[in-house]
């Protein structure tokens, strides 16, 4: 295995550890049905991903490998990195927590439902990345980019974001939780911020940036936003 590979499955193997952790150290148990099938949900897409992208789109697999707030070029977005790691893990935690002391209940249809949705989450990333392969972890525009407006992104600008949308609202769900849906929303908050500075980025630095935004009008969610 090339060094690559062996960096990006380690970090990918750590998220998922961590991940099993903040659900089941937490929960106290691992009699949580709903736990394990969210789990197995984020485990197996993400490494399905991994392995497809690193056989056939190494580039994108390199950008992707530069991530988190140190990584990131504006101060900003730092600061905004930083909220969305503090953010991501409070939302498990609190999910999690709520469905141990049972805080509110979710029926177990909503649960899986929930997953689904996150699967429909993680495939319109999965799309994003196989129609853009300069979908990188930061804000940076590489002098090879190009305007992408075919695929997900004749829908709306940012459909990696819209991706993730789906995963903060429904992760708590799927959890069984429904308070676990406050640092969702203020998940969303950050992610809207972060999508308004990274289009003061692109207008700036993507040529024909702006023209393409003439012709998709919505950031994140078709006739919303």
Not at 112 to 130: A, D, E, M, R, T
Request: hydrophobic share 50%; charged share 15%; proline share 4%.
């Amino acid at each position: 295995m090339d060094e690559l590979k062996l960096n990006v499955m380690k970090r990918v193997i750590l998220f998922i550890v961590i991940l099993a952790l903040l659900i089941f150290i937490p929960s106290w148990t691992f009699l949580y049905w709903q736990g394990w099938i969210y789990l197995l949900v984020i485990s197996i897409s993400l490494l399905s991903m991994t392995l497809y992208f690193l056989n056939h789109d190494r580039a994108l697999m390199e950008r992707r490998i530069k991530i988190g707030p140190q990584a990131e070029k504006k101060k900003i977005q730092k600061v905004i990195q930083s909220f969305y790691i503090i953010l991501l893990i409070t939302l498990v935690l609190i999910s999690v927590i709520d469905h141990r002391f049972v805080l509110s209940n979710v029926p177990n249809v909503l649960n899986i439902i929930s997953n689904l949705l996150v699967l429909i989450g993680i495939y319109i990333i999965y799309s994003v990345f196989k129609e853009n392969s300069f979908a990188s972890a930061t804000i940076e525009v590489d002098k090879e980019q190009k305007v992408i407006s075919t695929g997900p992104y004749s829908i709306v600008r940012h459909p990696m974001y819209s991706g993730a949308l789906l995963l903060f609202i429904f992760t708590p769900i799927a959890l069984g939780s429904i308070f676990g849906l406050i640092p969702a929303v203020l998940l969303i908050t950050i992610l809207m911020f972060r999508t308004l500075d990274e289009e003061k980025s692109l207008n700036k630095e993507l040529s024909g940036y702006l023209d393409y935004c003439k012709n998709i009008k919505f950031r994140l969610i078709p006739y919303i936003w």
